[in-house]
């Protein structure tokens, strides 16, 4: 029997990514919010209790995976509005596979923000303390998830920091390629935060083996860190958005330390990911300065 994968937020970044790559013996379905729908595709507003049932049944998916959500750049959604979507929208989505009596392996997103600053690398048992609207909304979803414990296939995938080909305008490399596009000095923190970047197409790869998994015969919520294992100051990742933008001729004026650090990130964020590791064995690991490279000549090709 063909395995049906249902994929929300299927316009995001990411949910864009993970449809491209093809998933033998999965059929995936996308689905996205009701304004951003495109032909053939069905409207999910997770909010809807009624909207989630009837998708739910009319697709009776073995998968789920679930990239909607709101907050992930930065805009100026409220924390009503994230607990909203990224809280009760996923727990929506839990509730309708368990009323209808679907053990459907459904995957969730948690973000590595949800920790606690720690100069230790960060593994799944790390003290969580949340500090943007965003990670709140996270960290409340993980905590409600575990009333599923022992009732559904849960999988929550904490990430890290994930960047490439696609991502939005409001993103660090294209923000910083816009400015020097433009000429315009480039105002930066001093950059000494440490960082676990991810190139999309690993994580996409990683995501898919994940997926592909068999679920254990004894359902519960399992968590993950999906990061490289590697810290890169952040003054580091933009030597080399700098390097790959002078690559297309331009000349980056980078401004170190004219913005202060904001007080809501950590100074350091990286993945123990020994948990990732004892399931998929080798991990795909793009070299970061070609990544970068790729995720820049991407602005110039379109």
């Known amino acids: 029997m063909t395995n049906r994968l249902l994929l929300t937020g299927a316009n995001g970044f990411l949910g864009r990514a993970f449809a491209r790559a093809a998933a033998p013996g999965m059929e995936i379905v996308t689905v996205s919010g009701r304004r951003h729908t495109?032909?053939?595709?069905?409207?999910?507003?997770?909010?809807?209790?009624?909207?989630?049932?009837?998708?739910?049944?009319?697709?009776?998916?073995?998968?789920?995976?679930?990239?909607?959500?709101?907050?992930?750049?930065r805009d100026t959604s409220t924390l009503a509005d994230l607990l909203a979507v990224n809280t009760i929208g996923a727990l929506n989505l839990v509730e309708a596979l368990t009323e209808e009596g679907l053990a459907a392996h459904t995957v969730l997103f948690g973000t590595a923000y949800e920790y606690a600053d720690s100069s230790e690398r960060l593994d799944e048992s790390a003290r969580l303390e949340p500090q943007s609207p965003y990670a709140i909304s996270k960290t409340t979803l993980h905590y409600a998830l575990r009333e599923y414990d022992g009732v559904a296939p849960l999988t929550f995938l904490r990430l890290f920091n994930v960047f490439g080909v696609g991502e939005p305008a409001e993103r660090l490399i294209p923000f910083i390629a816009r400015k020097a596009r433009n000429g315009e000095e480039i105002p930066l923190t001093g950059?000494?935060?440490?960082?676990?970047?991810?190139?999309?197409?690993?994580?996409?790869?990683?995501?898919?083996?994940?997926?592909?998994?068999?679920?254990?015969?004894?359902?519960?919520?399992?968590?993950?860190?999906?990061?490289?294992g590697e810290g890169t100051s952040l003054r580091t990742f933009i030597g080399l958005v700098a390097r790959a933008l002078?690559?297309?001729?331009?000349?980056?004026?980078?401004?170190?330390?004219?913005?202060?650090?904001?007080?809501?990130?950590?100074?350091?964020?990286?993945?123990?990911?020994?948990?990732?590791?004892?399931?998929?064995?080798?991990?795909?690991?793009?070299?970061?300065?070609?990544?970068?490279?790729?995720t820049v000549q991407a602005l110039y090709e379109h």
């Open 38 to 73: 495109v032909a053939d595709e069905l409207a999910l507003d997770l909010r809807d209790k009624d909207s989630v049932r009837a998708v739910i049944r009319k697709i009776r998916p073995t998968h789920v995976v679930n990239f909607s959500s709101l907050g992930v750049t």
């Open 191 to 228: 950059g000494e935060q440490q960082r676990d970047f991810m190139f999309v197409d690993d994580l996409i790869a990683i995501l898919h083996r994940l997926v592909a998994l068999p679920v254990a015969s004894s359902t519960g919520l399992r968590t993950i860190n999906v990061g490289t």
């Open 246 to 294: 002078e690559l297309q001729g331009l000349a980056p004026k980078l401004n170190f330390g004219a913005l202060p650090y904001r007080k809501q990130d950590p100074m350091r964020c990286v993945a123990d990911n020994a948990k990732l590791l004892d399931l998929l064995g080798d991990l795909p690991r793009t070299d970061l300065s070609h990544a970068v490279e790729l």
